[in-house]
């Protein structure tokens, strides 16, 4: 919902403002956003399904994977290829109602057991009124609303990263072992301390990112480092903390588990850290300097 609202309010046309916005806000529809294809990439340049034109329409061939809740989405964003390929230049974004004739899903069995699918389109016709922005420049406005979803869901994983440390430092406090709570051993401690240390930066990072994109400022690089570094932490916090359990962390009965699995999707979701320190590295070496206060 925070990357379909933006993406419309944004680069919609004034017709899908009036008709789609209100619908979002009522919650009465579902958008998801089909973009990773087969690569391990998230940059725009692994694009590859296609985006004819044909009269007034476009006919889409080819299928995005991870497409999460796509079963259960009314409507999804589809990021297409109508330009030239293995550039940023040339995709489309479109959307595609999920019912329409040659749209097809297939669940996809995943670490997290999330509900992730396989979208296929085969010859799924779409009118040229359902394209988002203008044609062969869906990146200039797919990144900016790409951008406030990863904040908020940096905040979301950062949540969840201190829900699993409190788990574990209960146990810590619960567990006995050669006569004493093992949150009193020195290992423990340190796993607990380095833990909570990196969450509160991660936490920080991701408010202050969220602040300065609230005032307008050029955030990308910041964003970069708000998802590389939360990612890094709540996989880790989420592996560290299991440990703190034991061989116990690992069984099916405990939250723990949920947590893991979960935790390595949160790495990969919008995006890797490999993806994100690279848009760090652009911002550093390719702009003069940014500095926020």
């Known amino acids: 919902s925070v990357l379909a609202a933006d993406l419309l309010a944004t680069a919609g046309s004034e ?4 008709t789609l916005l209100p619908e979002i806000v009522a919650g009465e529809k579902i958008y998801a956003l089909a973009y990773q ?3 391990r990439k998230f940059t725009p ?8 034109r044909e009269g007034d329409n476009y006919t889409l061939n ?4 991870f497409v999460e809740f796509a079963d259960g989405a009314d409507t999804l964003i589809v990021a297409a290829r109508t330009g030239q390929a293995g550039s940023e230049s040339g995709l489309t974004l479109f959307l595609v ?18 509900r992730h699918y396989q979208v296929d389109f ?3 016709s779409v009118s040229a009124d359902n394209i988002v922005g203008n044609v062969d420049d869906g990146w200039s406005a797919l990144e900016p609303a790409l951008h406030k979803a990863v904040v908020a869901f940096c905040a979301y994983t950062n949540g969840a990263g201190f829900e699993m440390h409190e788990h574990a430092t209960q146990y810590a406090r619960e567990r006995v ?8 051993m020195q290992t423990i401690q340190g796993y607990l301390a380095q833990m909570i240390m990196e969450l509160y930066g991660a936490d ?3 408010m202050f990112t969220a602040f300065q994109m609230d005032r307008g400022r050029h955030v990308r690089g910041y964003v970069g480092k708000t998802k590389a570094f939360s990612s890094e932490t709540v996989g880790h916090v989420m592996d560290q903390s299991s440990q703190i359990f034991g061989g116990m962390g690992y069984m099916e009965e405990q939250d723990t588990t949920l947590f893991l699995r979960r935790g390595k999707q949160y790495q990969l979701a919008l995006g890797g850290s490999e993806y994100w320190e690279d848009v760090i590295a652009e911002e550093i070496i390719d702009r003069d300097p940014v500095v926020l206060t």
């Open 37 to 39: 294809e087969f690569s």
């Open 122 to 124: 085969n010859g799924v």
């Open 45 to 52: 340049t692994h694009i590859k399904l296609e985006a004819c």
């Open 15 to 18: 017709t899908q403002k009036k």
């Open 97 to 114: 109602d999920r019912a329409s004739t040659g749209v097809s899903t297939t669940h996809m069995p995943t670490m997290s057991r999330d």
């Open 62 to 65: 080819g299928s995005k994977l």
């Open 204 to 206: 920080m990072l991701t």
């Open 177 to 184: 072992q050669f006569g004493r709570p093992i949150g009193q």
